[in-house]
């Protein structure tokens, strides 16, 4: 029996994650460490925690001894590090602590696994480690920065790959903005303290890999959404603003473009490259579906307003008319202080050495999860109002 230590498995993805995980595989333990930061919600994964599979420990990455304490008591074999400061946002206001989680909490996970992977020393001088075990770091696009738009309209994306391209061609929308990508050879290019701060932590599990030798991945993927994605996040915030009448702000002339991946897509590549990547490779995860930020949020409207039509039922969540609700309601605001423009990745690297591909249709993916979100009212006011603080409370101390 394998047993997992995922970090920040409270948060959006992470979440995600554990549910697949539960739902994919019998005989697992996973241990999951979350320091229930105002993005981690027990609430999110209150049934996942009462599985006899699951440990919930309420702690810090950066916390030595509880991390050692967690890799004496269970046998962990494998390591995924979702825990960060994940809003670009919030960076701006406040770098440090995205400092501080992100790499020095990441350094910390690493140097605790490797003292309790290694077995011993090999000629070389290089230390040996237990066989089958593995540090996944879990990181983004933007540690490569930004690259230009060059069509003012969605182009298809022409692949020089056939048997790719015949793969996504029915499940996906192949769109682009522009000639370049982003590969895992793109010299890395931060350009936020949330990008940065990512980047370090990259360069941190490289330099374990090199120096140590330890089995480390890398995955770096484009913006999700789906299920469970805290409202401070583009599509999730504009559902709860329009299903409460309120003006959509979108920064700049809303043409930023970003590469779009629905969540279940993205945990499971991750399954995938912890099962089968490269010890030390580094894997480029997208959904092949550039969009600008402006079209995203008039698909939200029009999705939200063809839904709310055809369903009454779900007019009485509406904190307005019907008839309000279209793109009249965008506004735009001042700039986010150095916003990359443009995110494209080129994810055939994990498409062709380890068959994973984005499945999700990005029309029917937007329709799913402004469904969901129609569906879990109460998960939304209770992760905006801290209710599950209380959760917790009445849960674990009790
Ligand atoms: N959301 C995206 O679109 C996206 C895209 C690519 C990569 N990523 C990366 O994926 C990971 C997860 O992102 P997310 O959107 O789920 O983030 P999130 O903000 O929703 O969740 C982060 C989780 O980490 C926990 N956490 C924060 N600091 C901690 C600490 N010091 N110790 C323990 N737990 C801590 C929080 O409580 C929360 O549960 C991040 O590393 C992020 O950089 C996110």
Known sequence: MKVYLVTGGAGFIGSNYIKYMLKNYKDIKIIILDKLTYAGNLGTIKDEIK???????KGDIKNKDLVNNIFYRYNIDYVVNFAAESHVDRSIENPQVFLKTNVLGTQNLLDVAKSHWIIGEGRDGYPIYKEKVKYLQVSTDEVYGSLSKDYDRAKELVLDDQELKNIVKDRVELKTYGKRFFTEDTPLDPRSPYS???????????????????????????NNYGPFHFPEKLIPLMIKKILGGDKLPLYGDGTNVRDWLYVKDHVKAIDIVLNKGSIGEIYNIGGFNEEMNINIVKLIIDSISKIVKEEVDYQEILNTNLEKINYDLITFVKDRLGHDHRYAINPTKIA?????????????????????????????KEIISGDYCEYYQEIYEK
């Open 51 to 57: 599985d006899p599979r699951v440990e919930f420990i």
């Open 196 to 222: 940065a701060s990512k980047a370090s932590a990259d360069m941190i599990v490289m330099a374990y890999a090199e120096t140590y030798k330890m089995p480390v991945n890398i995955t770096r993927c484009s």
């Open 352 to 380: 062709t050495e380890l068959g994973w591909y984005p499945e999700t249709n990005f029309k029917a993916g937007i329709e799913r999860t402004i469904r969901w979100y129609l569906d879990n009212q109460d998960w939304v």
